[in-house]
């Protein structure tokens, strides 16, 4: 069976081929525009940027550290001499006035103390006499040497004299009893201190600062105080009066005791009280600064990205800057005027898949 086409049907066939090249093609070129707009969209947006204002303010860094109100003037309390506690006459919290009796050492001891002193010197002179009258069996060495242990037993029967005298221990200036070792019964010797007398009215603060800190702490720096007794509104101003040279360790742990004056004084504080310090070891007033995290480093140089609007497009500029004091909010200072504040820096970066 054969099948004949007219030329009328081939003409026909051909002009719907043409047609559905045409719209084929159409199609094709259509679609090709509208991935190449996606595509050239999809590039202007594959990254995406978080900013930040450049702001400006002022910045602080601190030290921050715990410590405990202290009085300024402390005075220990010993006797001079050992002996046992006949009585303690205050207490820890016990006002007291210059002049005032605190302890006594038992005396009961003396008159025996006393003629045993007095019999030694005695027997040492009568020994002396002896040596005198017989010099041809004693030497001249011997004679001094005799001499020499009459003026030690004479020394002893003064202490003896003086530890009566001393058995009382007295307040040598007005304040409060902050500290107390010792009790009736006990004994104590020469030198140890018993009691501490302090000034209540003359307070200060007190705390140890890690000996990684300590480098960047010196007097006359401020310090920002609050305390736990006290509502954490109330801020009080001081500055560093004084560091101890030596350190002290606690569990392992290197420190340096720091003594702040309270420039502000309320008379609620009381001693022992737990205070919390923000010591300001650099600041800097009305400056420019971005966060930290926009800080990029180059080559040993540090800048920042600036997102720019330009013609509606976005722009990055990179600014090469000085940087001061990182601040203890998480912001450094820029110095110079390389930038404005109010610009948009970049702080984190989006690269779209």
Known sequence: ??????????????????????????????????????????????????????????????????????????????FPLTGRIESVLADVGDRVVKGQKLATIDRSTFPQQLRQAELDIKIQKENLSNMERNKGTYSKDQRDAQKATIKKTQSAYESVLRQNRDNSLYAPVSGMVIQRSVDQGETVIAGKTILVIANPDDLLLESNVPEVDIIGISKGQKALTTFDALSEDELFMGRISDIDPAATVIQDVVYYRVKIHI?????????????????????????????????????GKRYVEILREKDKKQEVEKVYVETGISGDNGMVEIKGNLLKEGEKVITFTKEKK
């Not at 004949?4 to 049907?9: E, P, V």
């Not at 002009?15 to 707009?37: D, E, H, N, R």
């Not at 595509?39 to 204002?53: F, I």
């Open 263 to 299: 420039e502000n004084f309320d008379q609620r504080l009381k001693m022992g009280m737990t205070c919390n310090n923000d010591i300001i070891t650099a600041e800097a007033r009305d400056t420019l600064m971005v966060p930290q995290r926009a800080v990029k480093k180059e080559n």
């Open 1 to 78: 069976m054969k099948l004949w086409i007219s030329k009328k049907n081939k003409i026909i066939y051909s002009k719907s081929m043409k047609k559905k090249k045409i719209i084929i093609w159409t199609v094709v070129l259509a679609f090709l525009a509208l991935g190449g707009y996606m595509l050239a969209t999809s590039k202007d947006e594959s990254t995406t940027y978080t900013t930040e204002s450049v702001s400006r303010g002022d910045l602080a860094q601190t030290v921050s550290v715990t410590g405990e109100v202290v009085s300024s003037d402390e005075t220990e309390l010993s």
